[in-house]
């Protein structure tokens, strides 16, 4: 049974004492039939006056704390173990509707596919749209495999990842300008890169499993990760990440899906002070399987 623990570590520290708003955490894996949530935790510290869960509009965990009390330090601790079934790379058949592209979506399905078809960033020059329609077969239908896996490994291929401090997520013109960015930044531009063609896409954001190994040369790793989920026909959601060229869900753990980055935000909340008060942050994630898990106890 492979079994993983993520240890996610988030500390805020302020100049002086601070008051704090309500904070929403965004942290807690999402089930499905391939990822299975067995225990979890959420620490907080100072503790907060209430704390309660709610599920969003998209069906995200998310708990919303309160605070009384002023610290100079405030601290969230997730820990969660899951029961991890990746998925194998999904196969159509030739007799499937969107074995080729283009095709059309189920009209039962098409209202609550609009808003992940329908483009949310502008594209004024059709930079975007062009780069897209390069995947395309000038000579005939193609293949919508051979669209969504060149997309995947061709912003591996031909993008650098950098990590950014700046909040938020880049346009994606900024993105196939500077043939760079963040695994959120190349999980925003390969979904308009999508919807521009009139495929369903959306956003995801969880944690990466990095093994011991390295063999797999993964990037991204050590924080929040994001990706993105296609909608077809007779196939469902489809996992792929850009940044790391993965097709399907092996090593990759939802924690959320949205239309949009920021509304899958890992966690978010206000303080009362002035700005000069706040010090930094500090993040720290660990994804590691059963048997390692142990031994990260010990060095704790």
């Known amino acids: 049974m492979p079994l993983l623990t993520i240890h996610h570590k988030t500390e805020y520290r302020y100049a002086h004492p601070v008051a704090f ?46 605070f009384d009390e002023r610290a100079r330090k405030l601290t969230f601790v997730s820990t969660a173990t899951i029961e991890h079934l990746p998925s194998d790379e999904f196969a159509l058949t030739a007799d499937d509707k969107a074995y080729f592209y283009p095709f059309l979506y189920d009209a039962e399905e098409l209202p609550d596919l609009q808003e992940f ?7 004024p020059d059709g930079e975007l749209a ?16 051979n669209i969504l896996s060149g997309m995947t490994l061709g912003i591996r291929k031909q993008f650098a990842y950098r990590k950014r401090y700046e909040h938020g997520t880049q346009h994606p ?8 960015g963040t695994c959120r930044d190349f ?4 979904i308009e890169a999508l919807r521009r063609l009139g495929i369903a896409a959306r956003f995801v954001s969880g944690y990466l499993f990095i093994h011991g190994d390295r063999e797999h040369n993964y990037v991204g790793g050590g924080s929040t990760h994001a990706w ?39 966690l978010h909340g206000t303080y009362m002070g002035s700005a000069d008060a706040f010090l930094g942050m500090d993040v720290s994630i660990n994804v590691v399987s059963a048997g390692d898990d142990a031994a990260l106890a010990e060095k704790v």
Do not use: C
């Open 21 to 66: 708003g309500e904070h929403r955490v965004m942290l807690r894996p999402r089930d499905g039939h391939d990822l299975r949530m067995l225990n979890g935790r959420l620490d907080i510290t100072p503790e907060p006056a209430s704390l309660r869960w709610i599920h969003d509009v998209f069906g995200n965990s998310v708990a919303i704390a309160t």
């Open 187 to 190: 999980a925003l531009f390969m």
């Open 228 to 266: 993105v989920q296609v909608y077809l026909p007779a196939a469902g959601w489809i996992e792929f990440d850009p940044t790391n060229g993965i097709i399907g869900s092996k090593d990759l753990i939802r924690v959320a899906v949205a239309r949009d980055p920021r509304q899958a935000v890992p």
């Open 117 to 123: 078809i329908r483009p949310q960033y502008g594209d």
């Open 173 to 180: 013109l900024d993105t196939l300008q500077t043939k760079s």
């Open 130 to 145: 062009a780069w897209a329609r390069g995947f395309l077969d000038p000579q005939g239908r193609t293949p919508t495999f």
